[in-house]
């Protein structure tokens, strides 16, 4: 079923032979998927053991870094990945985790650093 907008479209575009021709695209229907459809496509893998987190007005971002850097020209480089995302996907990011890790320390599955300074 056409609607009126697109039959004025395709009236515009019969009738301008040499000039620019107006497309309609319907965003919603490029991008609707059913959620199984989802696959990760994982194109790289790094490992991260100290994060900075910063937000602007806009956005969030993490930055993911390996440590320990490796010194070159008396500066130690440190390799690391930025993520950007909206304050709603952070915030979503942060209640996810601290899920996951409420789980896995109620089991006594975490890992646990002692200090040196405990022991003596």
Known sequence: MTTEKEKDLLEE??????????????LGEIYRFDPEDIVPDISAVHYSNLAYI????????IDFLQMPG??????????????YMSHVAAKKLAEALQGILEQVYSRGNM??????????
Do not use: F, P
Request: cysteine-free.
């Open 70 to 83: 490796i010194k070159k020209d008396d500066k130690v480089l440190l390799d690391g990945t930025r993520i």
């Open 54 to 61: 910063q937000a602007t007005h806009r956005d969030v971002y």
């Open 13 to 26: 575009e019969r009738a301008s032979d040499g000039e620019a021709k107006s497309v309609l695209i319907d």
């Open 111 to 120: 890992e646990m650093y002692v200090s040196a300074e405990k022991d003596e």
